[in-house]
């Protein structure tokens, strides 16, 4: 089982950028973020192969962020920039070892048992 930690969200305005980071415990992995908003079902938005060559990203973050692997820190990031109020949520990360990293965003949601804590982004207009 992959353990997680996820961190570097905040509060900012529209129009600003943040950097999320996670942490996990396998780095070898087919690895992705995840995002709930209030009221909303946790869905996948970005999702990254092992080797870091391939990326899934979701209509709704397609050109404002971006997914990235960090091999020396082993560490996944995932830039987010212009920020909009819609993008308010809990943040997720997700690994799966042997897994493929498209079939980790669109049904991870449903097939991922172990979660890290989340970071909480808040965008405010």
């Known amino acids: 089982q992959v353990e997680l930690t996820e961190s570097g969200g905040g509060s900012v305005q529209a129009g600003e950028s943040l950097t999320l980071s996670c942490t996990p415990s396998?780095?070898?992995?087919?690895m992705g973020w995840f995002r709930q908003g209030p009221g909303k079902q946790r869905e996948g938005i970005a999702c990254?192969?092992?080797?870091?060559?391939?990326?899934y990203y979701h209509e709704a973050v397609k050109g404002r962020f971006t997914v990235s692997r960090d091999n020396a820190k082993k560490t996944l990031l995932l830039q987010m920039n212009d920020l909009k109020p819609e993008d308010t949520a809990m943040y997720y990360c997700a690994a799966v070892v042997g897994g493929y990293y498209l079939r980790l965003c669109l049904v991870g949601v449903d097939e991922v048992d172990n979660w890290g804590p989340g970071t909480q982004v808040t965008v405010s207009s």
């Open positions: 990254i192969s092992r080797n870091g060559d391939e990326t």
């Open positions: 396998l780095y070898d992995a087919a």
